[in-house]
């Protein structure tokens, strides 16, 4: 008889753990227990961010007025009540770098108040201006010497003029000198950072060829993680955070990473800076909304409190999502508002419809977004056409969306176990776009038609009485490591026709690396939880060789079922399970294999404010076996 079968339940104290798992904070083995949460924690974004954008209605012809225009629009129709407070200018703001001090200077025909301080143009005059509105300002740069305009525009509408190097106004080589103009001396409180400089000026390319521009080796191959430089990008963004810091020692500030899921940055994005960019850009297009909404959707592990998913700015105002498609506008704000999406209008507000604008101003849903326990929704069905999301609120309640994908009408079945609420009593839910109140117990049917979302928030018994399980917190929850040391791109995220090159080519691939990642209620591979044939309704698949980091707030027990998942491939590979707490050894479990049956792993956690859940699988190199943390709970 093997020794797992010796100890079915298993809740080791310190003394009982071997010195050799009790690893230091400060040792190199990226499995060791920190104690810390190690997520961003930079600039401020404890909820994700709202306001406005330039880019989608104006792309680079952006002017003082229009951004004005919008930010008027946005007070008087009572949208900076509800949140709205980001007035982020985008590409075409810049006109050249001066070469004799390499300063950036402003288009200051189309900005003219940047000419009503003595010296050099200065976008002072206009932050103080948005600032005494009430908002908050954003600035556009790039990571390379050029920027994504520079690199794709078919036109010449505000594009940086001058010689070559004049032209060179991105961030590379110049990050603290361009930083410190952005925030101490320009006022800004947000930057968003583009990465077309590091992508598309490489030797060959027909505009470094033809002599617009210097050739910039490209460290980003959308194409390829591989050949991407992933440890140099982390590099450019590490300075970039060292200027952040020292240019707003308030901490007051937001940094947004736009390198569109590339260079598996939908894996590292959480580390780096508030919002990340989890694809390439949206259009105003249905099937291009659900390749970015795809590209976040199943990313729950991934975004918190501090370091959000970007699936880009809203594109209501325009084709699939203007005021003739009211049911598409609705769907596209609402699976935003759900998946905790930064909730940025790119429309130009000064001639948006009302009919828009009160979706943008849906309480309820913004209500959802704001939630203070900055959980992203969680898919708990899911198909090709209808997809059911359930995210937990801070004070208990969930809300659900019911999100029908494709053309014909579906007949849905809500459950009380797709809630995580007792079946046997009754659940209230009141419809965020209606305002209708209805109630069931055990399930409920519900017709979507198509395109539609249907979104209720929803009370009632919790199925665990006395806690939550980690899947139903997921904010509370740092893939730290996710075991993936080969990344793959994910083939579950829709392949649209880009806008941009139509069928040209073989068409779009999948190229978003982050399959096999953390994800809640399934594996890493997208399939049901299970340990030796018992299924897992509830909990965390992860690859092993992993470390999660869980955030505790006065719960007092974890409890797990742990084991390797029936739908690992190597059913020889052991792996070994550990709890720590403050990181100090709580619990462990002796190796375990596919087929064996699930190991209790539980302890007293009271009082600790960080827990790590390791699975370690020594001597493998590659991506080990999936592992599951069942039924994985903090308790009261």
Known sequence: MTFHRLLPRLSLSLAMLCAGTALSAQTTDPLAPTGRWTAY???????????????????????????????????????????????????????????????????????????????????RPLTDKLHAMGFKA??????????????????EAQLPEGTVA???????????????????????????????????????????????????TPLIDQASTNR???????????????????????????????????????????????IS?????????????????????????????????????????????????LTEARSHFALWAMMNAPLLIGADLRKTPQALIDIFGNAGLIALNQDAAGNQAVVAFDSDSLQILVKT????????????????????????DHLKFRADRTIALSDLWTGARSSFAGEMKLRVEPRQTL????????????????????????????????????????????????????????????????????????????????????????????????????FTRFTAQVGVDDSAGDGGQPVRFFLYGNGRPLASTPPMRRGMAAQTLSADVKGMTILELVARADGVTGNAVPVTWGDAALRR
């Open 41 to 123: 924690q930079g600039g401020r974004a404890e909820l994700p961010p709202m306001g406005w954008n330039s880019w989608n209605a104006f792309f680079t012809e952006i002017d003082e007025e229009k951004l004005l225009g919008s930010a008027q629009r946005i007070l008087d129709s009572g949208l900076a009540r509800k949140g709205y407070r980001y007035i982020n200018i985008d590409d075409g703001w810049w006109i050249k770098r001066r070469t004799s001090d390499d300063r950036l200077m402003i288009r200051s025909d189309k900005f003219p108040s940047s000419l009503t301080v003595k010296g050099d143009p200065s976008f």
């Open 138 to 155: 954003g600035i556009y740069s790039d990571l390379g010497r050029n920027i994504c305009s520079q690199a794709y525009s078919t036109g």
């Open 166 to 216: 004049e032209r060179e106004v991105g961030l590379y080589g110049h990050i603290d000198q361009d930083i410190r103009l952005f925030f101490a001396d320009w006022g800004f409180d947000a930057i968003k950072v583009d990465g077309c400089g590091i992508r598309a000026f490489a030797a060959d390319a027909e505009r470094v060829r033809n002599g617009q521009y210097r050739a910039l």
């Open 228 to 274: 991407s430089d992933i440890p140099a990008v982390k590099a450019l963004f590490a300075d970039i955070n060292r200027s952040l810091a020292r240019y707003n020692p308030d901490g007051d500030y937001l940094l947004s990473l736009c390198i569109w899921g590339s260079a598996n940055v939908r894996a590292w994005g959480k580390d780096v800076g508030n």
């Open 277 to 325: 960019r989890t694809s390439d850009d949206i259009s105003p297009s249905w099937s291009r909304m659900l390749t970015n909404y795809d590209s976040a959707a199943r990313r729950a592990l991934y975004g918190h409190p501090g370091s959000w998913n970007d699936p880009d700015m809203l594109f209501i105002g325009a084709g699939d999502f203007d005021e003739r498609h």
């Open 393 to 416: 609120l801070a004070n208990g309640d969930k809300a659900v969306a019911l999100f029908n994908r494709g053309m014909a009408p579906v007949d849905a079945v809500l459950t009380a």
């Open 455 to 554: 979104v209720f928030r929803a009370s009632g018994e919790h199925a665990l009485a006395d806690g939550l399980y980690l899947s139903e917190q997921p904010g509370s929850v740092n893939p730290a490591v996710d075991g993936v040391v080969q990344p793959e791109p994910d083939p579950t995220i829709y392949r649209s026709i880009p806008g941009w090159r139509s069928t040209r080519g073989m068409g779009e691939r999948p190229i978003y690396a982050g399959w096999g990642g953390a994800m809640a209620d399934a594996t890493p591979y997208n399939q049901p939880l299970t340990i030796a044939g018992k299924p897992f309704a509830s909990g965390i698949g992860v690859l092993a060789n992993s470390r999660l980091e869980v955030r505790n707030r006065d």
